[in-house]
């Protein structure tokens, strides 16, 4: 008898090789590319997607058809350069929202121009309450002729100055007559509702001083100033609310075409603006300076200019 056995022989599979690392890393760099993409859609502007779908649309260098593309190398359309930037993504422009943020966002300038803005319109706010609190005073009522109001750029001006037959000092003096001390005592209220610091500065005419040699309108300009300090502090004014008393002696004429003109004699009081006040304040702190004015009387005390320090 013949036995036939059969065999059965198992196919061995060959060795596979690398091949699925190459398609791995393939899948990886597109879902990079897509995330990529992606991203670029987010940040980017109306133009800059547009120019992207181009891109995919038509990525050789041939002129395409989209029309909000920006023009590349080879004009509108096609593959576009000007949006896809190797290593320049950070340079972009950032979308119309982030752009208005940005745009919104003040800088100094602007917050420094706002502020004088508010400063101004409270200053005309100021000097219109004067007005009116002078018309309703009845101290002040007589005087009203003397009392000018007016806004510099330091701040809200009051000038009180004198009337032909009406000085406020006595001749050649530091004397307030007893109304000008009566104004000074009416003045001191509404200065000390402000929250601002004052400088007081005196003025005469053109006329030279014809008392002593060593004395001039200088001193009796310094002298007069301090006299109206000392009235309004005896009217209530707080002394810190005092930032600076000046003599000017005839420097800066009211009436610059008559020099001689009684106007010119006159007591400048202005309520200073925060930047005015500053500026003051740091020219003096960097200098170190103290301008004293000469004590020619004993009952006339040392002024200082602004000083942090000052009693």
Do not use: C
């Not at 502090?233 to 005839?250: P, S």
Request: proline letters at 7%; hydrophobic letters at 40%.
């Amino acid at each position: 008898m013949l036995i036939v056995v059969r065999r059965s022989r198992r196919k061995k599979h060959g060795h596979h090789g690398g091949a699925w690392k190459v398609a791995y890393a393939d899948f990886v760099t597109a879902m990079m590319a897509f995330f990529l993409v992606m991203w670029l859609i987010g940040v980017g502007t109306k133009q800059q997607r547009a120019a992207i779908a181009e891109y995919f649309k038509n990525p050789s260098m041939t002129p395409g058809t989209a029309s909000m593309a920006p023009p590349g190398k080879m004009g509108p359309g096609g593959a576009s350069d000007s949006a896809i930037k190797l290593g320049g993504a950070m340079d972009m422009p950032h979308g119309p929202g982030k752009d208005r943020r940005a745009a919104s966002r003040p800088d100094a300038a602007n917050v420094e121009k706002l502020a004088r803005e508010q400063e101004q319109a409270r200053l005309e706010n100021l000097m219109q309450q004067m007005h009116a609190a002078i018309e309703k005073s009845q101290a002040l009522a007589p005087f009203k002729d003397q009392l000018l109001l007016d806004i510099t750029p330091e701040g809200l001006r009051i000038q009180i100055v004198d009337k032909q037959n009406r000085p406020m000092f006595d001749t050649g003096s530091a004397t307030l007559e007893p109304y000008t001390v009566a104004i000074l005592h009416e003045l001191a209220g509404f200065i000390g509702e402000a929250p601002n610091k004052v400088s007081i500065s005196g003025h005469t005419d053109d006329a030279p001083y014809s008392g002593a040699a060593s004395y001039s309108n200088w001193e009796l300009s310094a002298d007069r100033a301090n006299a109206a300090r000392r009235a309004l502090l005896e009217g209530g004014l707080v002394e810190d609310k005092i930032a600076r008393v000046v003599g000017l002696a005839a420097s800066v004429p009211f009436d610059k075409a008559d020099p001689g003109d009684p106007i010119n004699r006159r007591i400048s009081i202005i309520m200073m603006t925060k930047q005015a006040q500053d500026a003051a304040l740091s020219q003096e702190q960097a200098d170190g300076a103290q301008v004293v004015k000469p004590v020619t009387d004993p009952s006339v005390s040392v002024v200082k200019l602004i000083s942090p320090s000052a009693p």
